[in-house]
Nanobody, 122 residues
Framework: QVQLVESGGGLVQAGSSLRLSCAASGRTGSSHAIGWFRQAPGKEREFVAAIRGNDGLWYGDPAKGRFTISRDNAKNTVYLQMNGLLPEDTAVYYC????????????????WGQGTQVTVSS
């Protein structure tokens, strides 16, 4: 089992930047992918970005051109750098772990963190 803890959320103004962190522990390995998802009130959880190893990167539509996913293996932590935040980015952001080939859907992930709230004011 993999344990995940997100941090770094907060209340910011439109145009600001935030860096979310996902600290992983437990049965993690190089084959595990770490993904970021977000869920706004009344909406389904959607894929934001994922990383497997150091250079396997995937981005969902919300992230393209504005967000960057990276990892620090020494700290066993994955980051989501979010720039140019918009009010529509307001959501609870979750990180999750998967050892499956497909990693862009909620159902691909077995372990989830508790989430961190990001609120972007206009």
């Amino acid at each position: 089992q993999v344990q995940l803890v997100e941090s770094g959320g907060g209340l910011v103004q439109a145009g600001s930047s935030l860096r979310l962190s996902c600290a992983a522990s437990g049965r993690t390995g190089s084959s595990h992918a770490i993904g970021w998802f977000r869920q706004a009130p009344g909406k389904e959880r959607e894929f934001v970005a994922a990383i497997r190893g150091n250079d396997g990167l995937w981005y969902g539509d919300p992230a393209k051109g504005r967000f960057t996913i990276s990892r620090d293996n020494a700290k066993n932590t994955v980051y989501l750098q979010m720039n140019g935040l918009l009010p529509e980015d307001t959501a609870v952001y979750y990180c999750a772990a998967s050892d499956r080939p497909r990693i862009t859907h909620v159902d691909d992930y077995d372990s989830w963190g508790q989430g961190t709230q990001v609120t972007v004011s206009s």
